[in-house]
């Protein structure tokens, strides 16, 4: 399997002080904010991202380099595109960090606007797309228009901006994953089969050796019992030997809460992922957990979490990924360990014998991206469309239980349907 090229663009080590010579004091040095801070971080192309800003009021203080504020992913037509010239008033794309006083919000039903206080400019160029590691910033740079101007006071903003070759595994479904589609990597216009995937939802048959770790009835024959429940759905991931190499499989079943008709956050329904067990040819074990349900609002969505397991973790496993999809259109499911360390304490590693799928040990250096599925809305012909880091695939295998997770988390969609709505004649045959 040949890797797509795609480069990570970081920046981080944030930090934001005052130096200069104060007029009401006469004092020179480090002045304290009197607001919090935060900056908006804008490419080209890409959403706009944002992240607090640490106030520094310290001389020797120097931010931490390993923190990630932010970090925003390239592959070779992106590059493209922000190297090509633009308008007559942005002709050159550049990273922009805008850094603002206070936030937006309102107070006694006044609306209160922050204010800027500078921003820093990297414009983009050729030396983004050599695939090489590159520190581009790295240090204090003052910013806005009180540069220590005549002795008064002057923004400095600390921050390192880095580009590192993140190489990916680019895989899509051929049909929808009910159909049991054949799976292929994508390279360029190459497009190569590397897996097929079985989708079933009939009786289990007890020679499976899935059903050690079946739970519940599995007969769904009858449609009013879908309308009821949705279970015993089970996909396998196959290599091109036939050999059955992951699979995902319904253990709690997708039903209405109590007092309505959808799958809520109080009761969701779960998936299992597991892969071989080196034990035997017939055995499997545990790898991933994956919880669905649906969250009502103006614009309904599913939401998917998982969790990994391992042999030495009791209980629910480790928290990777939660992420809300948009029942009507679609999105992206992801795991990135170092978006997930920016918005919640650091978890404790998971102590594995292999390398193999424990994710680098989670470090945000090791780990950082992971996985990424991109899948359509309810009722709509999904093939899902994965991206693998290259660094946590070093075997068939490990692709293959991400396939199957991805194959989880298209079928949470439609699982996660309200159960008195009409079923479309295209789905009945399918399921």
């Not at 504020?69 to 550049?94: I, Q, R, V, W």
């Not at 006083?101 to 006694?108: D, E, I, L, N, P």
């Not at 879908?226 to 290599?239: A, F, M, N, Q, S």
């Not at 290259?390 to 692709?399: M, P, S, Y």
Request: glycine share 10%.
């Amino acid at each position: 399997m040949d890797p797509q090229a795609f480069i990570r663009l970081s920046i981080g080590s944030l930090g934001l002080r005052y130096t200069g010579t104060e007029p009401s004091t006469g004092k020179s040095g480090i002045h304290k904010l009197s607001s919090s801070c935060v900056c908006e971080i804008r490419l080209r192309g890409f959403p706009v991202q944002t992240s607090s800003v640490p106030l520094i009021s310290s001389a020797d203080v120097i931010p931490d380099s390993q923190n990630i504020a932010s970090s925003f992913y390239l592959e070779e037509s992106d590059l493209k595109a922000l190297l090509t010239p633009g308008c007559f008033y942005n002709p050159h794309a550049c990273l922009e960090i805008a850094v603002f006083s206070g936030r937006k919000g309102s107070h006694c039903g006044v609306g209160v606007k922050r204010q800027q206080i500078g921003i820093f400019k990297i414009q983009v160029g050729p030396e983004w797309g050599e695939g090489k590691p590159l520190v581009l910033f790295n240090g204090w740079v003052g910013i806005g228009k009180n540069k220590q101007e005549n002795g008064k006071p002057g923004a400095e903003l600390h921050l390192k901006v880095k580009l590192d070759p993140d190489p990916r595994y680019v895989f899509q479904f051929e049909d929808i994953t009910t159909l049991s589609p054949q799976i292929v990597q994508l390279q360029g216009s190459i497009q190569q089969p590397i897996f097929s995937c079985k989708f079933t939802k009939d009786r289990v048959s007890q020679m499976d050796p899935l059903s050690s770790y079946w739970s519940g009835s599995t007969d769904i024959s009858d449609l009013e019992s879908e309308r009821r429940e949705r279970k015993g759905w089970k996909v396998k991931i196959h290599d091109l030997s036939g050999s059955a190499v992951a699979a995902a499989f319904i253990t709690t079943p997708f039903v209405p809460s109590s007092g309505c008709d959808w799958v809520a956050r109080s009761n969701p329904g779960a998936w299992l992922i597991v892969r071989p067990d080196a034990r035997g040819p017939e055995s499997w074990q545990p790898w991933g957990k994956l919880e669905a349900w649906r969250e009502r609002g103006l614009r309904d969505s599913i939401c998917c979490r998982f969790h990994l397991l391992s042999e030495a973790q009791q209980g629910g496993g480790l928290l990777m990924s939660e992420i809300n999809i948009s029942a009507e259109k679609g999105g992206e499911f992801f795991i990135d360990t170092e978006k997930r360390m920016r918005t919640a304490a650091a978890a404790t590693p998971i102590p594995s014998p292999q390398s193999s799928g424990d994710f680098g040990a989670l470090s945000p250096v090791v780990g950082g991206f992971v996985m990424s599925c991109r899948v359509q809305g309810e009722g709509k012909r999904s093939k899902p469309l994965v991206q693998l880091a290259l660094r946590h695939v070093t075997c068939v295998e490990d692709a293959a239980m991400f396939m199957a997770l991805a194959a989880a988390v298209d079928l949470s969609i439609e699982a996660c349907r309200p159960f008195r709505r009409k079923f479309r004649r295209g789905f009945r045959h399918s399921f």
